[in-house]
């Protein structure tokens, strides 16, 4: 009888149209996603989860309109930024050391270093934090889950609206069948606007132009520190690096900004790279100032 049996799934799997295979197998593939979802869900507890859920009114919030998301390199300096006054901005990291913020507002900041759950023992992350807090009058603000107690018991945010993000290594957008949620676990990022990039896309841009993005840290190796802005003390930056761990790196954040290329592409979102100079090769290139005529 059991010769009989796997005669018969033989003669099934030889007989089933090709598709229904394939949509079975795609069936049992989600179905693993969310179990291994609720499994990693599991790590940020009930409260982290509830935190996460808000994220919900998030989806779709930019109903097709274009963005723009700033990196911190030293081309910043080259572009004449009041004209992306009034468009959809995401900045990041220390972007609260911009004098231009005594005359403007970016949308939404963004800063996922898993350092700021450290602000009630580091005092440079507390400096960081609370000049992000005072500095930048953004919409939104969103950091690590893992960073959501400290920083409620510090009140650094309070009456702010801060959102929560739980990025994981091993989930990858390129597979068939994801989707972005900010209510689960993310893809996780070598570089900050690659999570910017996640956030655009799941609210609902249609197009996505990065400014500042130089990326260039391996033409300048020990100069370390690249950025808009002068470094102060206690700032750390990659210019003690031996130079193969620094490309390492550098392979890594490209791998990650392809991977976002090959979703955007599957939903139909464009992303252009429209900083002055800089290494990025993954998008097409567009110059900034022909955005505005």
């Known amino acids: 009888m059991k010769g009989i049996s796997q005669t018969m799934r033989r003669m099934a ?5 090709h598709g229904l295979v394939e949509a079975h197998h795609r069936k049992l593939q989600a179905q693993e996603r969310k179990r291994l979802e609720e499994v990693r869900l599991q790590e940020v507890g009930d409260s982290g989860r509830k935190a996460l859920s808000r994220n919900a009114d998030l989806k779709g919030a930019l109903d097709g309109r274009r963005c723009f998301i ?3 390199g030293p081309s910043l ?22 004098p231009l913020l005594d005359r403007w507002s970016p949308t939404y900041w963004v800063g996922v270093d898993p350092k700021i759950k450290e602000i009630a023992s580091d005092p440079w992350v507390q400096e960081f934090v609370s000049g992000v807090s005072e500095r930048v009058r953004a919409k939104s603000y969103f950091v690590p889950v893992q960073a959501r107690q400290a920083l ?22 390129t597979v068939e069948g994801f989707e972005l949620d900010l209510t689960r676990p993310l893809p996780s990022c070598q570089t900050t606007p690659v999570m ?14 990065l400014i500042g993005m130089d990326h260039d840290w391996l ?20 210019g003690d690096w031996p130079y193969d761990k620094l490309a390492s790196a550098v392979v890594r954040m490209w791998e990650g900004y392809r991977r976002q290329r090959t979703y955007a592409e599957r939903h139909g979102i464009r992303i252009y790279n429209a900083t002055k100079g800089g290494f990025l090769d993954v998008f097409e290139r567009v110059d900034y100032d022909s955005l505005f005529s």
Request: contains cysteine; negative net charge.
């Open 13 to 17: 799997r030889w007989i089933t149209p």
């Open 70 to 72: 700033l990196g911190n």
């Open 77 to 98: 300096n080259e572009l004449d930024l009041t004209r992306i006054f009034g468009e959809v901005t995401f900045v990041v990291n220390l972007f609260h050391r911009s």
């Open 152 to 173: 409620e018991e510090s009140g650094v945010f309070a009456g702010k609206d801060l959102r929560y993000l739980y990025q994981r290594g091993d989930v990858d957008p």
């Open 196 to 209: 910017c990039i996640q956030l655009a896309m799941y609210m609902g841009a249609s197009e996505i132009y």
């Open 219 to 238: 033409k300048y190796g020990q100069e370390g520190y690249r950025h808009f802005f002068p470094p102060q003390p206690g700032d750390t930056g990659v």
